[in-house]
């Protein structure tokens, strides 16, 4: 099942935290480990996201990032760790 959270009124670090966890203390269905997309405003933000992620979350993968979905939007495609 799908879910979308709306985080833009927390601070930064908030966020972290939550997508973080989010995805780490998610349980995998059918044995596959859990991925989850994240959108923000630019490269730069999607690049920093990332760091503070590894940094807090080290075994969270980093399986892509791309622009869009829309315009001036980058997607981060974020999962749990391989078994």
Partial sequence: MSKFIDAA???EDKRID????????????DD???TAG???ED???ADRYIGKLKVKFPL??????FDGPVKDT???ILGQPLH
Avoid: Y
């Avoid at 989010?22 to 995998?28: F, G, K, L, Y």
């Avoid at 969270?60 to 990032?65: H, P, Q």
């Fill in 9 to 11: 009124g927390l601070e």
């Fill in 18 to 29: 939550l997508i973080g966890k989010s995805i780490m203390e998610a349980v995998p269905k």
């Fill in 60 to 65: 969270i993968r980093v399986i892509k990032k």
């Fill in 32 to 34: 596959k480990p859990f």
């Fill in 38 to 40: 994240v959108v923000v």
């Fill in 43 to 45: 490269h730069t933000k």
């Fill in 74 to 76: 980058v997607t981060i």
